[in-house]
């Protein structure tokens, strides 16, 4: 059996603002979700400390319960990584450390695996330019030539992300030449986003009847999922997708922007919000969500459904779609797991695609130009058809099913 995983949180806060209880919270869900048993939790309101983040006291406390890991909220610098492990011997994370951890746990598909490893590359790289830093100014004992071992190991982890950025290039470029088929092919294609645990998956479970893997944790879903659904005679293709969550380093939005451009190649995002949240963590995980959503430069509509109302009574529902609404103006009220709201938000996710549009084409009367119609027939809403000297159709239908249609002889008319 697996070694139990123990750890001590620790969270500073600055005594200029109030206390914030949901960090914490959020610090032991992320730490549970990774494996590990908490022994204590450590909180200090000061300034931050130079050399270890917290004060010599507080890491000194959290070292009298002998976890195996002292897990920080704060981001920790790589001298204050190096500091506490060099005076204390002891293994640090910081928040970030921690959820690459869950995701490498995670991680399943190629395309996952490669993305966590560039995340933690680029948080690896300024780690060992700074301690061949240090030991180029004689800060740190190494060998004579000081530094050499760090220089090397500077240039394999370069290397290396140079060459998962190629891999990723190409899974990207493969992501792109789906979504041009899918499209072809009459889909929409929507994306489900969201932060962490808002119950995306659930959301695809009840709209598509598929299941994915829901569970009352940070970080279920890392891979994209889709599902075809039809809402109002639309095709439609539901992405479920990896959440979000505050404060995320600019550097992992981007390794994991080919898993992110599911979203941001959507023709449309149904952002999902938990409104059983506390108003100000509701709040707060929807700017964390709208931030997130600007980093992966969305342009498409979003629609933004409160997910989880069956936990409310319809008077604190309004109260809090009322508190919210200046960032999320015309939110849909639902929950996945009464079906409630889910008509309401089928009628707007289709009042919010973009409108097919109106095609007069030709096409021979030939073998080729009528297995042409009967994939329109598939692909498109066909409207009329006249079997002239030509087949002349007339239909609804995405811009990109057309154009494929003309690789096949079909005339715009
Ligand atoms: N009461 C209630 N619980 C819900 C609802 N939707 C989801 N949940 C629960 O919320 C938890 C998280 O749901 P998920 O669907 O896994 O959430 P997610 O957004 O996909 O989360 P990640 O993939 O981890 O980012 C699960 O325990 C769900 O059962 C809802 O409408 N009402
Ligand atoms: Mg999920």
């Known amino acids: 059996m697996d070694e139990e995983k123990t750890a001590v949180l620790l969270i500073r806060e600055n005594p200029s603002k109030s206390p914030d209880p949901y960090r914490i919270n959020e610090l032991r869900g992320l730490a549970a979700a990774a494996g590990y048993k908490v022994l204590a939790e450590i909180l200090q309101r000061r300034g931050r400390d130079q050399r270890f983040q917290m004060g010599r006291g507080k890491i000194e406390e959290a070292l009298s319960y002998h976890p195996q890991k002292l897990i920080f909220y704060n981001a920790l610098s790589p001298n204050q990584v190096y500091n506490i492990r060099c005076e204390y011997s002891a293994q640090v994370l910081d928040r970030f450390n921690l959820i690459l951890e869950i995701f490498s746990s995670r991680a399943s598909s190629r395309e996952a695996k490669l993305q966590v490893e560039l995340a933690r590359l680029s948080y690896d790289a300024p780690q060992v330019k700074n301690a061949l830093a240090l030991k180029k100014r004689g800060e740190q004992p190494g060998f004579r030539g000081a530094g050499a071992y760090e220089q090397s190991m500077y240039h394999d982890i370069r290397g290396r992300m140079a060459k998962i950025r190629l891999e990723l290039e190409c899974v990207q470029s493969m992501g792109e030449d789906r979504r041009q088929k899918r499209r072809e092919q009459g889909f929409d294609l929507v994306a489900l986003a969201g932060y962490t645990n808002a119950g995306k998956s659930t959301l695809m479970n009840s709209l598509t009847g598929s299941e994915v893997v829901a569970k009352d944790q940070p970080f279920t879903t890392l891979s994209p999922t889709t599902r075809a659904l039809e809402v109002f005679g639309r095709k439609v293709l539901l992405t479920d997708t990896v959440g979000f969550i505050d404060d995320l380093p600019h550097f992992l939005i981007k390794a994991f922007r080919s898993t992110l451009s599911e979203i941001s190649e959507a023709d449309l995002v149904l952002l999902v919000a938990d409104i059983s949240d506390p108003i100000d963590l509701l709040r707060r995980k929807l700017i964390a969500s709208h931030k997130a959503l600007w980093d992966c430069e969305v342009t498409a509509p979003i629609v933004t459904i409160l997910n989880k109302a069956d936990r409310l009574d319809e008077m604190e529902a309004s109260l809090k779609v009322e508190s919210i609404k200046d960032l999320a ?80 002889g079909a005339r715009l008319r």
Do not use: N
């Open 329 to 408: 103006p015309y939110p849909v009220l639902a929950s996945a797991v009464t079906g409630q709201g889910l008509g309401v938000l089928e009628e707007c996710l289709s009042q919010r695609l973009q409108p097919l549009k109106e095609y007069e084409i030709s096409l021979p009367y030939t073998s080729e130009g009528l297995s042409e119609l009967s994939r329109l027939y598939e692909t498109t809403e066909l409207l009329t058809v006249s079997y002239e000297k030509e087949l002349i159709v007339r239909l609804r239908g995405r811009e990109e099913t057309i154009a494929k249609a003309g690789l096949s």
